[in-house]
């Protein structure tokens, strides 16, 4: 079925329900660095992490909605992640926005939450922005939209959790605190009623699955075992007891955000808006302080969980979809779902075809690929505060990545390695990211990993050392990217037309980082303490 048929289908469905139900509200459930991990694919991928981490909520969200298998964000860094999702396009359109350290929101750039808000959108926010940018300049991520009234501790979950010696009552008030947060958006006087008529959107975002986390706290909270993962840890990843405990900690901070969602959804339920309420479950990028996740274009990195749950505009609900979709297609989604028209710099597209079809698979012959890419993370990473620019195209069977500057660190460099000066201590390393290598976040697994860099240098070199211009994989027959295929002859035509079509997309998206003028190599992207000019007022492109 083409895209045409497929929308002109997905419009009539879209018109007949909309006639019969008010607008609805929007939620989005966005976890900090959380990457695909999720128990609904431990059937779909056997023998893998899916299988030792359980997340009923997401599962069920999926299960009376649709779960898609190919979800990537546009950047696997926390900031452009959202600002793409924001704004409905790839994050190196989304001038200062598109790097972490030194972000400013462009209000000239259209962002969905303001454009549900003027249409008579009622929004707010808990933990996390939604946005870059302080309260005098993001209002729509700022003070005035935060719901925290009751605490942010949900944030640091084992660190308090593990505070109290009855650990399933430390558990509980921290789910008690989430309850209130969210309850104080939806029904601040507690009575059972929501607040307001207006159609509301609202942003769910706990940063506990961002580091750092407590030793152990996996199994102590969450009955993780992390032998339970003995064979099922990437192969660039040493199998050992430290990194799989840091694993298993890590996937305990996943179901504690799984938990939030369930407490999210009650409330939902108890205000009888939980069937008019669009809910999508996600994450802004892969695990942080391990090999290949955060801050990198493999798919540690950049693919992420994505269930969406709408009973009144969800066809089929229970379906598994295949086709690749990137995040910034959720603005335009819930624009569309709003009845409102995206602005023209909203150039992703919409997923409500894919919603609204009762097809399973893939439904979209179109959504063959996705594109990701990286700019700059932690500024002084690097010397002179630059970037490590990379792009690059995921299709069913093949990634191939471009390194613009393969003489960069591509985490930054670090004492013993891209730098002179004796190697940090296990202590700096686990605690603090700016020790070394400051785009790998501080981790018992990166500690592990430089500090025996003599006995097993090839997983140092997978995490920190640097990589070729170019790099191909092939998918099919090696799915954790072990083998470069960008320098065989016999791929050449494959690297080429690869090569090619990532290139038209950059140049016909306007990425600056292909035209002749590359501003990410300049101030004020490359110095994070420079301030932006006065903000003159937020302007909005037309319906």
Not at 56 to 85: I, M, N, Q, Y
Not at 252 to 258: K, L, M, P, S, T
Not at 521 to 537: C, F, I, L, M, W
Request: glycine share 8%; charged share 25%; with cysteine.
């Amino acid at each position: 079925m083409n895209r045409t048929v497929i929308a002109v289908t997905a419009l009539l469905f879209f018109t007949a329900q909309a006639s019969a139900a008010d607008r609805p509200n929007i939620v989005m459930a966005f976890a900090d660095d959380w990457g695909k991990y999720a128990s609904a694919y431990a059937d779909l991928e056997s023998d893998s992490i899916h299988s030792v981490v359980s997340t009923p909520h997401f599962d069920g969200v999926a299960k009376e909605g649709v779960l898609f298998t190919r979800a990537f964000v546009s950047a696997p860094s926390c900031t452009p992640c959202r600002s793409s999702l924001l704004s409905g396009q790839p994050f190196w359109r989304c001038e200062r926005a598109s790097i972490l350290q030194g972000a400013i929101w462009d209000f000239s750039i259209p962002a969905y939450p303001l454009l549900l808000q003027e249409d008579g959108y009622r929004i707010g926010h808990t933990y996390k922005v939604w946005s870059p940018g302080t309260p005098a300049n993001a209002p729509h991520g700022g003070k005035e939209t935060a719901f925290n009234s009751n605490g942010t501790r949900f944030n640091g979950f084992s660190q308090n959790a593990m505070k109290n010696p009855d650990r399933e009552a430390g558990k509980q008030a921290l789910l008690d605190e989430v309850r209130r947060n969210v309850r104080s958006f939806l029904d601040a006087d507690d009575d059972g009623k929501l607040d307001g008529d207006s159609p509301f959107c609202y942003w769910f975002g706990p940063t506990n699955t961002h580091r750092k986390w407590i030793a152990g706290s996996g199994k102590e909270l969450w009955n993780i075992d992390p032998d339970s993962l003995k064979g099922k840890l990437p192969p660039y990843l040493p199998d050992v007891a430290t990194v799989r405990q840091d694993f298993a900690d890590y996937l305990g901070e996943v179901q504690a955000f799984d938990a939030g969602v369930g407490v999210l959804i009650s409330e939902l339920k108890r205000l009888d808006t939980y069937d008019n309420t669009i809910l999508v479950v996600s994450g802004d990028h892969g695990i942080p302080g391990v090999s290949r996740g955060k801050c990198n274009l493999y798919d540690l990195g950049t693919q992420v969980p994505l269930a969406i749950r709408w009973p009144a505009g969800i066809e089929n609900p229970g379906r598994v979809v295949d086709d690749f979709v990137s995040l910034p297609d959720l603005a335009p989604t819930f624009l569309q779902a709003a009845r409102l028209d995206a602005p023209d710099t909203m150039i992703a597209q919409s997923l409500l075809p894919l919603l609204q079809s009762d097809q399973s698979g893939q439904i979209d012959p179109s959504r063959d690929a996705v594109f990701t890419g990286r700019e700059r993370h932690v500024a002084a990473a690097r010397i002179d505060n630059k970037p490590y620019p990379q792009r690059a195209i995921r299709t069913d069977q093949y990634l191939y990545i471009i390194n613009f500057e393969p003489d960069r660190w591509p985490m930054g460099t670090g004492p013993g390695y891209g730098q002179v000066g004796e190697l940090p201590g296990v202590d700096l390393l686990r605690e603090n990211t700016f020790a070394g290598f400051g785009d790998m976040d501080a981790s018992p697994t990166k500690a592990w990993i430089v500090l025996h860099k003599n006995e097993d240098p090839q997983s140092f070199d997978f995490a920190v050392g640097r990589r070729p211009r170019l790099e191909l994989y092939d998918i099919h027959s090696d799915p954790h990217c072990m083998t470069n295929l960008a320098g065989d002859v016999r791929m050449t035509d494959v690297r080429e037309k690869l090569d090619n079509r990532l290139m038209r997309y950059l140049r016909s998206t306007g990425d600056p980082r292909v035209a002749d003028d590359v501003i990410f190599e300049h101030a004020p992207y490359t110095d994070p303490n420079r301030q932006p000019k006065k903000s003159v007022g937020k302007k909005r492109a037309g319906k």
